[in-house]
Antibody, heavy 122, light 107 residues
Framework: QVQLVQSGAEVKKPGASVKVSCKASGYTFTSYGISWVRQAPGQGLEWMGWISAYNGNTNYAQKLQGRVTMTTDTSTSTAYMELRSLRSDDTAVYYC???????????????WGRGTLVTVSS | EIVLTQSPGTLSLSPGERATLSCRASQSVSSSYLAWYQQKPGQAPRLLIYGASSRATGIPDRFSGSGSGTDFTLTISRLEPEDFAVYYCQQYGSSPTFGQGTKVEIK
């Protein structure tokens, strides 16, 4: 069925990096984009950025520029989000979500992964 | 950045009642690029409405969206037990932003 399956929970120390994966199935991966959205404990939703699975173009939220990198592997229909220089306020559930037609970076999210909890703690 | 403000913060209603949720934008949302999501505890958000008023696939017709410019509304005509959740609006006319959410709780 149509789904996004994310990698498991991570615990990282401040200053470290984390890389979360999101494997798509049930649809043509390269016809869409993937956005990443995070949610701190008990808080709302924050858009982190977008990558086109069609051509690899990216668009990152300004506050994360320089710390985040999004990539895709079209051979395995998998998207990745790497966040560097982790801080305690990066502790959150990280979601991948299908977004748009692979060309437009700003779109709504019609298919979501179940989320990956990243805990940053010393 | 477009700031979205949702009201009320919490809505206490009984099953069968009508729910009206508001989402106000700090500047006009181009082309009515406004979506609504439902989120239940421990779950990912689920898309309800896009383009301000179009229901997503499989969404019951008791959910409806309206509005344009800076003022948008999500209406649930008759609340079912499974509708008690947190609802978020999101604009995608520019760099996407979300409202802070409205919790619909059982009265």
């Amino acid at each position: 069925q149509v789904q996004l399956v994310q990698s498991g929970a991570e615990v990282k120390k401040p200053g470290a990096s984390v890389k979360v994966s999101c494997k798509a199935s049930g649809y043509t991966f390269t016809s869409y984009g993937i956005s990443w959205v995070r949610q701190a404990p008990g808080q709302g939703l924050e858009w982190m950025g977008w990558i086109s699975a069609y051509n690899g173009n990216t668009n990152y939220a300004q506050k994360l520029q320089g710390r985040v990198t999004m990539t895709t592997d079209t051979s395995t229909s998998t998207a990745y989000m790497e966040l560097r220089s982790l801080r305690s306020d990066d502790t959150a559930v990280y979601y991948c979500a299908r977004a748009g037609d692979g060309v437009k970076p700003y779109w709504y999210f019609d298919l979501w992964g179940r989320g990956t909890l990243v805990t940053v703690s010393s | 950045e477009i700031v979205l403000t949702q009201s009320p913060g919490t809505l206490s209603l009984s099953p069968g009642e009508r729910a009206t949720l508001s989402c106000r934008a700090s500047q006009s949302v181009s082309s009515s690029y406004l979506a609504w999501y439902q989120q239940k505890p421990g779950q990912a958000p689920r898309l309800l409405i896009y383009g301000a008023s179009s229901r997503a696939t499989g969404i019951p017709d008791r959910f409806s969206g309206s509005g344009s410019g800076t003022d948008f509304t999500l209406t649930i005509s008759r609340l079912e037990p499974e509708d008690f959740a947190v609802y978020y609006c999101q604009q995608y006319g520019s760099s996407p932003t979300f409202g802070q959410g409205t919790k619909v709780e059982i009265k």
